[in-house]
């Protein structure tokens, strides 16, 4: 399984931009780059994921580096809600063992300051 | 549409007892996993399925034992629960193949082996 990299915690002012990264320099043609995130005490929730071209949706949008060995999950306007661990994770759902596993990582704690 | 459902939400168990717990989904999903989480850590796989009647280790098995005997139903189940198993396992449950986006988690279940 393939590895991703993430810096342990961030801080972000609230109402501003938020980019956590994640370097994932093994990444293989069939892995999609996944992003869920995890608040206090809940099981952790889907955000975004894609393969190559940049992706938005109503949470957040994912940035992809053209050689696919980093991506950027960006939020537009942190709010308090927002402060959780953030992981970043490869999925191979096409490769021969179609396996779809989700493999975690330590994640990125992000801290929201009002 | 009530998503993934563990039962039970919290448990405490004496050293060398046994109990399962058990993981319900109602998307019709072909993928089921396991996952433990430790405090202060990222979620670890215990096992999973791709389908039923289909099972398979993940990243730490030991002392864990799982069935798909129905598609919407996952069960873990531990033989002789030892301390090092108190944790928050949760659950989760993804479509199969390409067209597969996000996984969807379970609430959790805190054990406690004392």
């Known amino acids: 399984d393939a590895k991703t990299t993430q810096p342990n915690s961030m801080e972000s002012n609230e109402e501003e931009p938020v980019h956590l990264p994640c370097n994932h320099s093994t990444i293989s043609g069939t892995d999609y780059i996944h992003w869920y995130r995890q608040l206090p005490s809940q099981g952790p929730e889907y955000v975004i994921h894609g393969l190559t071209s940049n992706v938005n949706n109503r949470m957040a949008s994912l940035a992809i580096a053209e050689d696919r060995k980093s991506s950027t999950l960006i939020l537009h306007r942190a709010t308090l809600r927002d402060a959780a661990v953030y992981y970043c994770?490869?999925?191979?759902?096409?490769?021969?063992?179609?396996?779809?596993?989700?493999?975690f990582g330590q994640g990125t704690t992000l801290q929201v300051k009002p | 549409n009530a998503g993934v459902t563990q039962t039970p939400k919290f448990r405490v168990l004496k050293t060398g007892q046994s109990m399962t717990l058990l993981c319900a989904q109602d998307m019709n999903h072909e993928y089921m996993y396991w996952y433990r989480q430790d405090p202060g850590m990222g979620l670890r796989l215990i096992h999973y399925s791709v389908g039923e009647g289909t099972t398979a280790k993940g990243e730490v098995p030991d002392g864990y034992n799982v069935s798909r005997l129905k598609k919407q139903n996952f069960l873990l189940g531990l033989e002789s629960a030892a301390p090092s198993q108190t944790s928050v396992y949760f659950c989760a449950s993804s479509r199969y193949g390409q067209t597969s986006t996000e996984a969807f988690f379970g609430q959790g279940t805190r054990l406690t082996v004392v």
């Open positions: 994770i490869l999925r191979d759902v096409r490769g021969s063992s179609n396996t779809g596993k989700l493999i």
